[in-house]
């Protein structure tokens, strides 16, 4: 009994981590319906597993059950993405005080100094290419290189309560920054700058300056989040004034000279 338990246990845990893995690179984006066959055909178990993990999820608030249509991704409004960075914000500013008072480990500074390195690898690169902004792959190799360094920042704080409450968190907020546009040269740059600081300050043991940097960098982040959620909200409304094509002719009842847009749903 106890080793069924055990297996039915690692099933659901592995049905949990996919899930989260599809909704972190976007393949299961906001609004996105959650298929039980589906899932466990592509996680290899049953659909016990994965319906657990599923009302697992539910609970943490990463899906939510709409009548009629099962578990879907959530779908964040402007105020939850504000309530999570006041979150994150308040968790990850007591946690940084907390690791520079502590004077961490070099092989922890080592690491964050690693992952600024990489930041700035991605802005040189970026500028030496002559494109704008990074494209969706190298978005997604930033996002994982500025996941880990919040992580590595929060594990060196050593409470395990709090990093579990960040790390939902920052799942949530990735739900909706799939639209986020990829960032230009600069803003990689003032990115690196922020984490740089940060870890010069925890490496010297400067409470303050440690968590006055990271507040800020977290302040920013949310205004450019919001930003990019209002700038899709505005286009989304023009979307749903323009006139879907008739049945008919095929043929959108649009101005001249202006070509129908489909309505997102």
């Keep these: 009994m106890k080793r069924s338990r055990t297996r039915d246990g690692s099933l659901r845990r592995k049905a949990y981590d996919y899930i989260q893995q599809q909704i972190l690179t976007g393949r299961l984006s906001a609004g996105a319906a959650v298929s039980e066959i589906a899932l466990a055909r ?28 099962g578990a879907v ?3 964040p409004n402007r105020d939850d993405i504000v309530e999570l960075y006041e979150l994150r914000e308040a968790l990850e500013v007591y946690s940084v005080g907390k ?8 092989a922890d500074l080592t690491s964050l100094y690693a992952l600024c390195d990489q930041i700035h690898a991605m802005a040189e690169e970026l500028r ?66 922020y984490h740089r600081g940060v870890v010069d300050a925890v490496a010297s043991g400067d409470e303050v300056r440690a968590m006055q940097l990271l507040g800020d960098h977290i302040r920013v982040s949310m205004h450019e989040r919001l930003d990019s959620f209002d700038r899709h909200e505005r286009e989304r409304e023009v979307s ?26």
């Design 42 to 69: 592509s996680v290899g178990v049953s659909r016990t597993p994965v319906r657990e993990a599923i009302g697992q999820l539910v609970a943490e608030g990463l899906l939510e059950q709409i009548p009629g249509r």
């Design 73 to 75: 991704v959530v779908k």
């Design 99 to 106: 690791a520079a008072r502590q004077r961490s480990h070099s």
């Design 128 to 193: 030496a290419s002559g494109r704008p902004r990074l494209d969706e792959s190298q978005m997604r190799r930033f996002l994982c290189t500025d996941l880990e360094f919040h992580t590595r920042l929060m594990r060196m704080a050593g409470n395990q309560r709090i990093m579990k409450v960040v790390a939902d968190t920052r799942l949530l907020t990735r739900i909706f920054s799939y639209r986020l546009e990829g960032h230009d040269a600069d803003s990689l740059e003032r990115i690196e700058q």
């Design 240 to 265: 749903r004034m323009i006139p879907r094509p008739s049945p008919q002719d095929g043929k959108a009842d649009s101005p001249p000279g202006v070509a129908a847009t489909p309505t997102e749903g």
